[in-house]
């Protein structure tokens, strides 16, 4: 029998499962020893990340419209918050604010990171830190993203009622604000089809900031019944700094003030135009004078006697009563003249008939050809009232020794025989010249200008058609233009300047500019808010010219639709942009291209820009009008003095003041304004003036209006066009991007 052993295989197998059991749960457990420690270090990680953008928002974008330069804050950090344990959730440090400069642009853009750090410690007793960083960049918002903008919604222009208020016709399409207080109408409502802004500082000041007139809240809401009404904080107005700095950053500045307060001249102003075409623009000054415009000045041409002292004087010469020395001229008491000049105009006659006279207090200036060297003095006639005398064929001007003053060269007098220049800067005082037409303070003044307190202000009438501007009669710049730039008036020749590679910013240094034609390019145009200048007829009175930007014709993008409509960014959009940032108003001039006499010739004007009138508006020039009861100074008396230039019904075509004028009944409306951009005003400008009003006809004179916001704007603002900033003079900052930094520095 066959006798079977059977060997035990039971403990083997035990021990080989406890084993691999033993192994599934070291892995187990070392594999929840790992998710345990990742969680951990998971959730550490987004602490870090809460707190680095807790210092993000408590710091970096609370101090990034403050900054002037790159800065660090806080490199020692601050603990932030409790998590559920009641420990800190971690700390914010080294927050970093910068600004650069956006890419093909002239507007900054401002940085801030913030890191933040917090800790963990592992199953195994390490200590781990994790830090992680974040940033957010942010752009200021400029003053081009309003469709409408006023700081007082009140009006502004000639024969002024205080009214103005949002009607039936006013369709607005994009962001409106005012720091004012709005008003309806009572006979129709408005549509707005944008965010409508209005002020804290307004409702404290009006106690609700609108007067809804026939209006509700209903014109608030939109499509989905949501309201559009905000209110936010007050925008400072004007924009000086923003301003300054457009300037500042000029690409090409135009000098309109270099013929102002020269010694012994009188002042002298200059217009600029700015003509846009393909490739760049043409440019040219003309010369003009702002009646009331006094006689010239007795102006005597001699050589400088140096080699005589007392009565004793060359032919054609003058002297001081001593010679230069030491820097000075010395004691000199009086002025001693030949009777005939180096022109060979007799003075002695003049001086012996009494018809050139000094009077007491006259300032003399003798100046050399190019004004480096200049002798001034105030004139002594206290003992019989005319300081001039005459001893034969030599003349004597006495004068107060104190007053005595020379200017030139150190240690350096005048030559002999060097051409000077005498003139009695006096002299024309109180006498206006017969030769110039319109010569009344009247007709372009609406303070009083016996008042030498006073000036013109941003809201009274304001002038462009100066002589330069009729010096081709009835041919004018627009059907001949070479009798224009080519006259006697012009200051500097026409001249094109190429619209370069970059954008360009245009600055009118002291003066009122002219802005017409095809834009090509990336363009800004500031002014000066107003420029001082001695009254042509009384040295002693100091006026001001106004910043205006005057519109004389369609002003358009290249790439713009036959009706001036830009193209849509959904569709494109455009590569051209035009800011026009005048210190005063911009004002549609009164000429034939813009509808002129009712539109007889043309009607309507084209615009395409973002427009910003820092103390006026954007107003049409409807005091220069030919209405036939509504076109002079006095016709809106005694309620609305000064509505009207009393030139309308000569100009457009030109026609001398010696003629009657032609009117057009009570029709002088021009057509329609066609806008694409965007309009920021001090206050509201009139564009249409009728019945009722101080202008109390019907259908009046003006234009329509048909505003529409150019959203390229949102995306390609102007050269410098201003920033905004709130009342504690911050920039007004909106997020541009905001993310996790991967490196330092680095988004």
Not at 248 to 276: C, P, Q, V, W, Y
Not at 491 to 503: E, K, L, Q, V
Not at 639 to 662: E, F, L, T
Request: with cysteine; hydrophobic share 30%.
């Amino acid at each position: 029998m066959f006798n079977q052993k059977n060997k035990g295989s039971a403990a083997p197998l035990a021990l080989l499962f406890t084993l691999v059991s033993m192994s599934f749960t070291v892995a187990y457990l070392k594999n929840s020893f790992s998710q345990s420690a990742m969680e951990k270090y998971r959730y550490t990680e987004w602490k870090a990340l809460y707190a680095a953008e807790a210092g993000l928002n408590d710091v970096g974008v609370v101090v990034l419209p403050y900054i002037v330069s790159d800065t660090l804050l806080i490199p020692d950090g601050v603990v932030y918050g409790k998590d559920e344990n009641n420990l800190p959730i971690g700390m914010y440090k080294d927050i970093a604010c910068s600004t650069q400069l956006i890419p093909n642009t002239t507007r900054k853009e401002y940085v801030a990171y913030s890191t933040g750090v917090a800790d963990y410690v592992t199953p195994s007793g390490n200590n781990v830190s994790i830090e992680r960083r974040v940033y957010t960049s942010m752009v200021p918002q400029g003053f081009e993203e309003f469709m409408y903008f006023t700081h007082e919604e009140l009006p502004i222009g000639p024969g002024n009622t205080g009214v103005v208020n949002f009607g039936s016709g006013d369709e607005l399409e994009g962001k409106v604000h005012t720091n004012g207080n709005m008003t309806f109408s009572n006979y129709g409502c408005p549509d707005f089809s944008g965010e409508v802004n209005i002020t804290f500082e307004a409702i404290e000041q009006y106690g609700n900031a609108i007067n809804w007139g026939g209006c509700n809240d209903d014109i608030f809401e939109d499509d989905d019944g949501n309201t559009i009404l905000d209110t936010v904080s007050q925008i400072i107005f004007p924009p000086d700094n923003s301003a300054e700095i457009a300037r500042s950053n000029a690409t090409r500045t135009f000098i309109a003030d270099n013929k102002l307060f020269r010694s012994g001249k009188k002042d002298t102003l200059i217009m600029t135009e700015i003509h846009f075409t393909d490739g760049g623009y043409w440019a040219t000054q003309w010369l003009y004078n702002i009646p009331p415009i006094g006689t010239p000045p007795a102006e005597f041409s001699y050589v400088y006697d140096s080699s005589n002292v007392g009565l004793a004087v060359n032919p054609t010469g003058l002297h001081l009563s001593q010679i230069y020395e030491e820097g000075s001229y010395g004691l000199s008491a009086f002025l001693t003249m030949d009777g005939t000049t180096t022109d060979g105009v007799n003075v002695a006659s003049l001086v012996s008939t009494s018809e050139l006279t000094i009077d007491d207090g006259d300032l003399i200036v003798i100046r050399n050809e190019d004004n480096s060297k200049v002798i001034s003095f105030t004139a002594d006639g206290s003992a019989t009232g005319n300081a001039i005398d005459i001893f034969g064929e030599v003349i004597v001007v006495r004068f107060y020794q104190e007053t005595l003053n020379y200017v030139g060269p150190e240690g350096e007098g005048f030559n002999d025989d060097e051409p000077v220049t005498f003139v009695n800067t006096s002299a024309s005082s109180g006498d206006l010249d017969e030769g110039v037409e319109w010569n009344s303070s009247l007709l372009y003044h609406d303070h009083d200008t016996e008042d030498a307190s006073t000036y013109c202000e941003a809201g009274g009438r304001q002038h462009f058609d100066f002589d330069y501007w009729t010096a081709g009669g009835s041919c004018d710049i627009f059907n001949c233009p070479d009798e224009i730039y080519n006259s006697e008036y012009v200051y500097m020749g026409r001249t094109f300047f190429s619209r370069g590679n970059s954008p360009q910013v245009i600055y009118i240094k002291g003066g009122q500019v002219l802005v017409r034609g095809t834009v090509d390019g990336q363009y800004t145009i500031v002014t000066d808010d107003y420029t001082e200048y001695r009254r042509h007829d009384d040295n002693s009175i100091i006026d001001r010219v106004w910043g205006n930007i005057w519109l004389i014709d369609d002003v358009i993008y290249q790439d713009s639709f036959s009706n001036g409509q830009v193209i849509h960014p959904q569709n494109g959009g455009t590569n051209h942009v035009l800011g026009l940032i005048a210190g005063g108003s911009v004002i549609i001039a009164n000429t034939r291209p813009n509808g002129a006499r009712g539109g007889q010739y043309s009607s309507h004007i084209k615009i395409n820009a973002a427009i910003l009138a820092m103390n006026g508006g954007f107003i049409s020039h409807y005091w220069q009008n030919t209405l036939f009861d509504y076109h002079n100074y006095n016709d809106g008396w005694p309620n609305y003095p000064a509505i009207g230039d009393g030139r309308g019904g000569h100009r457009n075509h030109y026609r001398p003041d010696d003629q009657s004028g032609i009117y057009t009944g009570n029709d002088d409306i021009r057509g329609t304004v066609y806008l694409w951009g965007s309009i920021v005003q001090f206050r509201r400008g009139y564009m249409k003036r009728n019945y009722p009003g101080p202008y109390n006809v019907s259908p009046g004179v003006g234009y329509d209006k048909n505003y529409h916001y150019d959203w390229n704007l949102r995306l390609k603002p102007p050269p410098y066009f201003p920033d905004l900033q709130s009342t504690n003079n911050t920039v007004i900052l909106k997020m541009a991007s905001y993310g996790e930094a991967k490196k330092q520095y680095q988004d």
